[in-house]
């Protein structure tokens, strides 16, 4: 891939944050590419708890929660789209089963409002990416997007 990015410039970004991955973060295999793609293909400007530098998985406890996050961001994507509304945004549902254990911040929406703004992820970002270079597997937290929904973020391809 590394290889690939330098006469493929929409490579580029995916290989640079291919080479902050420890090697044994880097999931190979039958579907590995779902989670990696997380990873390299993530948000420029990051996600809530992640930077720009690298991609995290983001995943919810239900499909109603998981829905409505999606949608949420779809949204926000395709509003700044010259494309706009008229595209088709094709999902898949992923069913894990998650063994690890996660930083759990659920509850703490009054007690640290900054790591639950709406819109603005800057607290949240240095508080997540504080916690992967501690080595935590992830972040258990409540979402914004749905009442009583819960999501985590995954650190790694294989938290286990």
């Not at 420890?22 to 293909?41: E, N, R, V």
């Not at 089963?97 to 659920?106: Q, V, W, Y």
């Not at 819109?119 to 009442?147: H, K, T």
């Amino acid at each position: 891939m590394v290889l690939k990015s330098w006469t493929n410039d929409r490579l580029e970004l995916p290989a640079r944050r291919l080479l902050k991955m420890p090697d044994k973060d880097i999931a190979i295999g039958p579907g590995a590419h779902y989670a990696m793609a997380a990873f390299l293909h993530a948000n420029e400007t990051g996600s809530r708890f992640n930077s720009p530098e690298l991609g995290a998985w983001y995943a919810s406890f239900d499909i109603e929660t998981a829905i409505a996050e999606t949608v949420h961001h779809h949204v926000r994507r395709l509003e700044t789209s010259a494309m706009g509304f008229w595209m088709a945004v094709q999902m898949r549902e992923l069913i894990v089963n998650l063994d690890a254990e996660f930083h759990d911040i659920r509850g703490l929406r009054d007690s640290r409002p900054e790591l639950y703004h709406l819109e603005d992820y800057s607290v949240s970002q240095s508080f997540g990416e504080n916690l992967r270079a501690a080595d935590a597997n992830g972040i258990c937290y409540d979402s914004v997007r749905r009442n009583n929904g819960t999501n985590v973020v995954v650190y790694r391809p294989d938290p286990g």
